[in-house]
């Protein structure tokens, strides 16, 4: 609707036309390339790059008047709330990178600003001395993450106590617990008291109204777990429904 196509009439109608359209816009995005930086980058480009501007510019204006999300978009968003330091009370202490072969631009860039904010962000990347060129681009990412402040280490290839890989040694000691931590059980079990199964429905509803409104937490968060599910049905659903849940 906006200028219309030219260098691209013939090529809209072609089978793969949008396929094509995607991959480009995908690749945009993972380098973290916006409509107006690319507008600003290809202000001087021909009939073609223009053309591409429209589209990838008419794509973002159609997800932001439909409220949608592409692949990429959380990626964007995380980066601009840490920038913004929104969320950071709520961050974890530590982040395990696990079974990526390599990273685009904007997941380097959530790594980065996830180290800024203060977590500890651990990546594991498979290398071989032996085989540069194979590796040529983890290189290229370990480089790049090292200027942005990551620092290397080295894992050995074996451990001569377990035998088990290095690095899947550190994932286990980094993101597996073995054992639980031991947390206070004070006030996690209520028991309450009911003459039969009737007026224990009546109380189990009074009760998770009154802690849906002291928590705050949503609906989607409840399960309700009973014995015997044909006799609670039928009247749970009639006791919930009544109280509006």
Same mark, same amino acid.
């Given at each position: ?22 991959? /480009? ?7 973290? $390339? ?25 794509? &973002? ?16 968003? $995380? ?6 330091? +929104? ?10 990178? @696990? ?24 990546? &594991? ?9 194979? #590796? *040529?681009?983890?290189? /290229?990412?370990?480089? /790049?993450?090292?200027? /942005?402040? #990551?620092?290397? *280490? ?11 890989? +290095? ?21 996690? $079990? ?8 009737? &007026?224990?429905?009546?109380? $189990?509803? +009074? ?25 609670? @049905? ?12």
């Amino acid at each position: 609707e906006n200028g219309g196509f030219h260098y691209f009439r013939r090529m809209t109608a072609r089978r793969g036309w949008l396929k094509q359209v995607e991959a /480009r816009i995908g690749e945009l995005k993972r380098a973290g $390339v916006r409509p107006e930086r690319l507008d600003q980058l290809w202000a001087d480009r021909g009939e073609k790059y223009r053309e591409l501007i429209r589209v990838y510019q008419a794509y &973002h204006e159609l997800l932001r008047r439909d409220g949608g999300v592409d692949q990429e978009e959380p990626y964007f968003q $995380v980066c601009e709330a840490l920038r913004r330091e +929104a969320g950071w009370q709520s961050l974890p202490e530590q982040v395990v990178v @696990e079974q990526f072969t390599e990273l685009t631009f904007m997941q380097q860039q959530v790594l980065i600003q996830l180290v800024t904010a203060g977590v500890d962000v651990s990546l &594991h990347l498979v290398w071989d001395e032996k085989r540069p060129r194979l #590796f *040529r681009e983890t290189a /290229r990412t370990v480089e /790049r993450l090292r200027q /942005r402040g #990551f620092f290397v *280490r080295k894992m050995p290839q074996r451990l001569q106590v377990t035998e088990k890989a +290095a690095p899947l040694n550190h994932l286990e000691q980094q993101a597996c617990v073995t054992s639980p931590a031991p947390v206070s059980a004070e006030g996690k $079990v209520e028991v309450l008291a009911a003459s039969d199964v009737d &007026h224990e429905v009546e109380r $189990v509803t +009074a009760r998770l109204r009154e802690w849906l409104r002291d928590s705050g937490a949503a609906l989607s968060e409840v399960a309700l777990v009973c014995a015997d599910p044909e006799q609670y @049905e039928s009247r749970l659903v009639s006791k919930l429904q009544r109280a509006g849940l």
